[in-house]
Every structure is written in structure tokens, then in C-alpha cells.
């Protein structure tokens, strides 16, 4: 069987999550008598540039303003000029005139909220007594990484007029945050048994990074550690950019190197990545990129009449494979399956499920794109087999299971399908395959273990924040896909799952309870086919 790479977390670059662009500064209640100059100033707090076109907007929750195309530069201001007194001149150019769009802000209190279609980016509802209250300043952000509604964040600036398009006057005077690991990359992407692999990973704090430490083990053996350093000889850019690096060495073809990151800030701070890992290829051909990856044989009551048979492939290659053509059988060549002529094919890191039923899979599942319908059905006992070949009828991946140990027996119509542990393994080998959970997963990320699939763009966020007690977790999700939901200190205990489960397109919120819990700042890490990210709540009694 080929050995290829297989990356199970992808980290990739998309459209803006909650956080990459903060509202940092606003002047909502100026020196000038009447209609104030009222401006809002956005903050891009990543290395690369967003456009913000017409999905996106600015409110105050009652006047909106449609942006068009403007695009902000990773580390850069946009100005957005949203009212003007009536006589006295706009005291700058902003990039932005969004008068005449109803966005008045009051001079008590008031909401400035930036949206990506319904995905709140960023969200500051101020009151007067945080300051700038018609005294010539405006209100400035200390921290672009500090909470957004804590009170603390937030101060009167230095100069009259505030400082529009550039750098807050006081900014890196607040409180003290735990350190942030964002951007976490290897390189090559698919190495080969004597590649050197470099891990970077963008570290920030608003104090002083005295440790980061980069574990990874082999084959799930051992973790060994290697110290990551921001001084320009570790594959990290240049020195004193906040890009850290550290350089694993070479692992055997077939094997799987998984890793992640610890650090620690001056204030005993620490923030733990989540997992990532790659395989190392072998150097082979693209032949075998396809491989069967779960097999539901004998679905459990009530779709216990092998109507609920599945067979899902998976592409773990780098290029898209078009299986027109192909062939699928089980043990006998007179069951056959042809894939269908037309433009069938499996894209790099995507799924493919063949089924008996492929309407009823996808109605109960919430999938698209399942074919069939496949005529024979997949022995309950005594075994079986699934063989792939090619239009050629070389025979491209097989496997022979048994419904007894040393394979898992779970899927013998108790419910859980059977599925590969991780794609690069050897599926010929029992060892290799685990039952799943929930009734299978065809057409997303096994159960049975986290693995690669194409990147999502995924709205995660918690509101309010801070919060007193309780708040709600929201996701917002593309396309159906299976996510978990953990809660976590910031010493990295877990308080719990919050959610794991298959969700349908659309956006989802969860309650979010710490009535027994302590103030502070709190981790929630949501992980889903694209790999994971992470939010910081702060608890605030």
C-alpha cells in the first residue's frame, strides 16, 4: 500500500474570524456643540490583508453601513467617518464617509458592532463613564487582543482628537492577558524521509514570552521537545517579528509525527495549542491517494435491512482524482459497482460515499453528493471485502474485514460504522480500523479520531463577552460537518465538553453556564474538520 502524507489539523488561510479586526477606537461625543465629528477607527490585528466587501457592515444597531470592496492591510487602521457637526470642518480624511447611513452615536452609552453577514467580528457597547466624554478625546482600545467589552481596555486618549490611523496612545497599558499562539504551519507541507520539517507559529503577548516549547512524537511513542526561538536561524522569518520557530528532523516514510505548542509569558501565563500532525510520504506515485476509509456492513435497528450500507473513500493525495469509471466490488466479482461517467471525482482532502440507498443516507446524515445506488449488500458474517480499481482495473485499494476480533465488533449492528484511524495507516491491518461513534460519519472527519479534511470557514464566538455567569457559545457553520466543544482554564484544565456531535449548515448557539465557577479567563476550543480554533471568554462577577 502507498505511503503518503496525511496533515490532521489543516490551518489555512480564509475570510476573518471573531477577532482579526477589532473596532480600536471611537470618538463619540466631541468638544463641538450640535452633531458631533463622530468617526469609528477598525484595527487588523493579523499579517494579512481582509476585504471587507459587501457582506460585511457597520452598526450601531439602529443606522447601517454596507461596506464595498475596501480592503485593510494585515497590522493597519481604517478609518470610517460616520457622522459630521454641521458647520465645523471633519478634522481629517478618513478612508471612509458613512454619513447619511443612520449611524449616530449617543454620548451616553452606545453599540459599535462589525458584522461579516451575521457573524459578529467585533462588538464594543461603551458608556460615558469609560471616558472621552465630550472633553476633545476620543475613546481608545488599550489592547487589540483584551476583550472588547471589558472597561479596562478601554481609556480616554492622550492627545485631543485622538490618534485617527495610527498607533492608540495608550495602547499596551492595560491589564495583563495570557500569551496567544496563532498561525501554527510546517513546512514542507509533505515531507519525505529526509526532510527536515520546520513548525512556526505567530506567539504574542502583551508582555514577554519567556518559554515556548514545541513537543512532538512519532507514531504516538514518546513526546520528545525542542525550544522555539523568534531570532531568524529556526526557519522563523525575521528576528523579533513574533514568528517562532523550531525544526523537527527527518521521520520514516509511512510514519506519523504529531506536535504542539506550550508557552509562557513573565507573568506565569501559559497557553497549550491543540495537536497537529503530518505523515511523511514515501516519494511514490499518486496511485493509492484513494483509499477506503469507513465501512458501514451491517447498520443497526431500525435501518437494520442493509438499505443503510455505506463505503466511503477518502482522497488523501495532493491532487484531485476522477473516478469515472472506477470500479468498486466486494468479495465477489460478480458484485460490482461502476462509477458513474460524467465528472465523478474526489478533490484533495475530500470525501466520497457510495451507498445502497443514497438518498435516504444523505436525508438522515445531512450530506450531499453520496452515489449509487449500489445493487449487492456487504456480509453480516464470516466477513467480507471492498476493493477499489481504477478504470484500467488496477486494483488501487482493498480491504478484507472481519465482523470478529482481532477487528472491532461494535459495527456488527450495534450502530457504529467502521472506520480508519488515520489514513495513512496501513487499512489491510485490523489494527489500523476502529468502530465510530454515532452512527458513522460518511462525508466528514472520522469519529474515531480527528483527521484531515478540507478547511471550513467557521463564525465562532462567545456573547456576550465578558460575561457574568452565563453566555452563549455560537458557531456558525458552512456546510454540515461534526464539531466539539471544549471548555478549558487557562492552566489547561478541562471543565468539560460543551458539545460533539454532526451539525447541519447554519448558525448554532450553546449555552455556556459557569455560575459555580470562578471569575478569569476561560478557553473554549472548537474543533471541526478544518482543524481547531479557540476563543478567550473572561468570566466577570
Given at each position: 500500500m502507498v505511503l503518503i502524507c496525511v496533515l490532521l489539523f489543516v490551518m489555512s488561510t480564509w475570510?476573518?474570524?471573531?477577532?482579526?479586526?477589532?473596532?480600536?477606537?471611537?470618538?463619540?461625543?466631541?468638544?463641538?456643540?450640535?452633531?458631533?465629528n463622530e468617526w469609528v477607527e477598525l484595527y487588523n490585528i493579523t499579517?494579512?490583508?481582509i476585504t471587507l466587501d459587501s457582506s460585511w457592515s457597520l452598526t450601531d444597531g439602529e443606522g447601517t453601513y454596507i461596506f464595498s470592496g475596501t480592503m485593510i492591510g494585515g497590522g493597519e487602521y481604517l478609518t470610517i467617518k460616520v457622522a459630521q457637526h454641521a458647520t465645523e470642518p471633519f478634522p481629517f480624511t478618513p478612508d471612509i464617509d458613512a454619513t447619511g447611513f443612520g449611524i449616530a452615536l449617543s454620548n451616553t452609552s452606545d453599540e459599535v458592532i462589525l458584522l461579516e453577514g451575521t457573524l459578529v467580528i467585533d462588538s464594543v457597547a461603551y458608556v460615558d463613564t469609560w471616558g472621552a466624554d465630550g472633553d476633545g478625546k476620543t475613546l481608545e482600545r488599550v489592547d487589540p487582543l483584551a476583550p472588547s467589552d471589558d472597561p479596562a481596555n478601554w481609556g480616554p486618549s492622550l492627545p485631543d482628537g485622538g490618534t485617527p490611523g495610527a498607533e492608540n496612545s495608550i495602547h499596551g497599558g492595560g491589564g495583563d492577558y495570557p500569551p496567544s499562539v496563532t498561525g501554527i504551519e510546517h513546512s514542507p507541507a509533505n515531507p519525505g524521509p529526509t526532510d527536515n520539517v520546520t513548525?512556526?507559529?505567530?506567539?504574542?503577548?502583551?508582555?514577554?514570552?519567556?518559554?515556548?516549547?514545541?513537543?512532538?512524537n512519532i507514531d504516538l511513542g514518546p513526546n520528545d521537545s525542542l525550544s522555539m526561538a523568534d531570532d531568524g536561524s529556526h526557519g522563523d522569518g525575521a528576528s523579533g517579528d513574533d514568528v517562532w520557530g523550531a525544526i523537527i528532523p527527518p521521520a520514516t516514510a509511512g510514519s506519523t509525527v504529531r506536535y504542539f505548542i506550550v508557552v509562557e509569558d513573565d507573568?506565569?501565563?501559559?497557553?497549550?495549542?491543540w495537536t497537529y500532525a503530518y505523515g511523511v510520504v514515501s516519494g511514490d506515485t499518486v496511485d493509492g491517494d484513494v483509499v477506503i476509509n469507513e465501512i458501514m456492513y451491517n447498520p443497526a435497528s431500525p435501518h437494520s435491512?442493509?438499505?443503510?450500507?455505506?463505503?466511503?473513500?477518502?482522497?488523501?493525495?495532493?491532487?484531485?482524482?476522477?473516478?469515472?469509471?472506477w470500479v468498486l466490488k466486494d468479495n465477489s466479482d460478480f458484485n460490482t459497482f461502476v462509477f458513474p461517467y460524467g465528472g465523478v471525482a474526489?478533490?484533495?482532502?475530500?470525501?466520497?460515499?457510495?451507498?445502497?440507498?443514497?438518498?435516504s443516507i444523505q436525508t438522515f446524515y445531512g450530506i450531499a453528493g453520496v452515489i449509487g445506488p449500489v445493487t449487492w449488500s456487504l456480509n453480516n458474517t464470516g466477513g467480507d471485502a471492498v476493493r477499489l480499481y481504477n478504470e484500467a482495473g488496477t486494483l488501487m485499494d482493498f480491504v478484507n474485514f472481519l465482523e470478529v476480533a482481532p477487528w472491532p465488533t461494535e459495527p456488527n449492528g450495534t450502530g457504529p460504522s467502521l472506520e480508519l484511524i488515520d489514513p495513512s495507516l496501513d487499512n489491510s491491518l485490523a489494527s489500523s480500523w476502529r468502530a465510530s461513534g454515532l452512527q458513522g460519519s460518511p462525508g466528514g472527519f472520522n469519529t474515531s479520531v480527528a483527521e484531515?479534511?478540507?478547511?471550513?470557514?467557521?463564525?465562532?464566538?462567545?456573547?456576550?463577552?465578558?460575561?457574568?455567569?452565563?453566555?452563549?457559545?455560537s458557531v456558525k457553520l458552512p456546510e454540515n460537518g461534526r464539531v466539539r466543544l471544549n471548555l478549558f482554564s487557562l492552566d489547561g484544565r478541562d471543565f468539560g465538553e460543551i458539545f460533539e456531535g454532526n451539525l447541519v449548515a447554519g448558525q448554532h448557539e450553546f449555552p455556556l453556564n459557569l455560575e459555580d465557577s470562578p471569575s478569569g479567563l476561560y478557553l473554549i476550543r472548537l474543533e471541526h474538520r478544518g482543524g481547531t480554533e479557540t476563543v478567550k471568554a473572561l468570566l466577570i462577577r
Open positions: 475570510a476573518a474570524v471573531p477577532g482579526d479586526i477589532v473596532v480600536n477606537e471611537i470618538m463619540f461625543n466631541g468638544p463641538e456643540s450640535g452633531t458631533d499579517f494579512g490583508p513548525v512556526t507559529a505567530t506567539i504574542t503577548d502583551d508582555g514577554a514570552i519567556t518559554k515556548s516549547m514545541l513537543f512532538y507573568s506565569l501565563y501559559s497557553d497549550t495549542t435491512d442493509n438499505y443503510f450500507e455505506y463505503i466511503e473513500l477518502y482522497n488523501r493525495g495532493s491532487a484531485t482524482v476522477f473516478l469515472s469509471g474526489i478533490g484533495s482532502g475530500d470525501y466520497l460515499v457510495v451507498a445502497k440507498a443514497p438518498d484531515v479534511d478540507r478547511p471550513m470557514k467557521i463564525g465562532f464566538a462567545v456573547k456576550p463577552n465578558p460575561f457574568n455567569s452565563s453566555a452563549s457559545v
